[in-house]
Each structure stands twice: as C-alpha cells, then as structure tokens.
C-alpha cells in the first residue's frame, strides 16, 4: 500500500503560478511511476504529467507542456507540479497517483494508489 497526500492547490488568477506537492508513504516510493492527472467538473480524469521511478524521464499533456514541471525527490518521498502560466482551462481537482508498472501509462485506470486531489481554480 502507498498513502498519498496533496497540497498545494488554491484560487489564483490567470498567468500565475502554483506548486503542487504529493507526500507518499508506506512501500518504498522509488519503485512507482509518479503522475499527476487533473479532472474537471463534468469531465472525465485526464493525464497531466507523469515522472520515472529515478527522476530522469518526464512526459507530458500537450495542454501543459512548457508550463508545467514535474519532479520527484525519492529521498523525501515527495512529487511536485510546478504549474506556472495558469490558465482557466487549467481549473480541475488535482491528483496524485503511483504506478507500480514497469512501463509508461499516461491512462489513468493503469495508476494503483491515488490521493484524494486538491482543486486548483484559475480565475479570468
């Protein structure tokens, strides 16, 4: 079992930035896959990045590249979004989520173990 927890969200307007955290606990957090998905109210849950166990590989929603960063700290347990240029199309419950897979899924049903999401509302 893993326990996730985020943090992070809030009401911001467009163009500024947040950074989202995860906090991971219980197997040993450097054998998952790290993604963080995003679900809008009447939509279904979307990937929005996803990190390697090591760090070293990221992959992203086209709608976030080059605004959004993910990254993962294996010795604190932790996996940040770094979301910056917010737009109103960004508004969604953000959640975090582990995949103890050896390859690459960017569908959400393939993730294990989830948070229970922080909302990010992005004002115009």
């Known amino acids: 079992q893993v326990q996730l927890v985020e943090s992070g969200g809030g009401l911001v307007q467009t163009g500024a930035s947040l950074r989202l955290s995860c906090a991971a606990s219980?197997?040993?957090?450097?054998?998952?896959?790290m993604g963080w998905f995003r679900q809008a109210p009447g939509k279904e849950r979307e990937f929005v990045a996803t990190?390697?166990?090591?760090?070293?590989?990221?992959w992203y929603a086209d709608s976030v590249k080059g605004r959004f960063t993910i990254s993962r700290d294996n010795a604190k347990n932790t996996v940040t979004l770094q979301m910056n240029s917010l737009k109103p199309e960004d508004t969604a419950v953000y959640y975090c989520?582990?995949?103890?897979?050896?390859?690459?899924?960017?569908?959400?049903?393939?993730?294990?173990?989830w948070g229970q999401g922080t909302q990010v509302t992005v004002s115009s």
């Open positions: 990190i390697s166990r090591g760090g070293g590989s990221t």
């Open positions: 219980g197997r040993t957090f450097s054998n998952y896959l």
């Open positions: 989520a582990a995949d103890q897979h050896t390859t690459v899924s960017f569908n959400p049903s393939r993730y294990d173990y």
